[in-house]
């Protein structure tokens, strides 16, 4: 697996007009599944996505994780989320010619599970970690603030 991390006032992904996932604060992830990721790998994943510390604290240093991070926090802010999109694209290779490869990437069915995993993972952990997973595909639109 691959993932890419921003953090983000807002983030949303449209596909054909319909938005498919959308959240305010909190960390947009892009992730790339590889054939033969396991469900263990999104868990340990999520597991760190989550602990990651990525967010203020009081004295405005990055200090607080995904759990830490929100309504449970002293200074009442409202509680980061994690918008989880598939993005296969992550896994390109460039080794050969000008045209990519995404022979790497799972297919389409399978990283689906994996996406997917990891917010559900996240979403069984303390409730100031909430997860979000979008569908994506061809076409669709990605908007991160």
């Given at each position: ?135 994506n595909a061809a076409g669709s639109r990605s908007n991160a603030r």
């Open positions: 697996m691959r993932a890419v991390l921003q953090r983000v006032s807002s983030a949303r992904v449209t596909v054909a007009g319909e938005t498919t996932g959308e959240i305010g604060p909190g960390l947009l992830v892009l992730l790339g599944v590889q054939a033969g990721d396991t469900e263990d790998d999104a868990r340990w994943l999520a597991g760190k996505l989550a602990a990651l510390r990525l967010f203020e604290d009081a004295a405005g240093k990055m200090n607080r994780s995904l759990l830490e991070a929100g309504p449970a926090a002293s200074d009442g802010a409202p509680a980061p989320t994690m918008l989880v999109v598939s993005q296969f694209t992550l896994l390109a290779s460039t080794r050969q010619g000008a045209r990519p490869s995404f022979s790497a990437a799972a297919p389409p069915d399978a990283a689906g599970v994996n996406v997917s995993t990891p917010s559900a993972t996240v979403q069984v952990s303390p409730p100031a970690a909430r997860t979000r997973s979008a569908r």
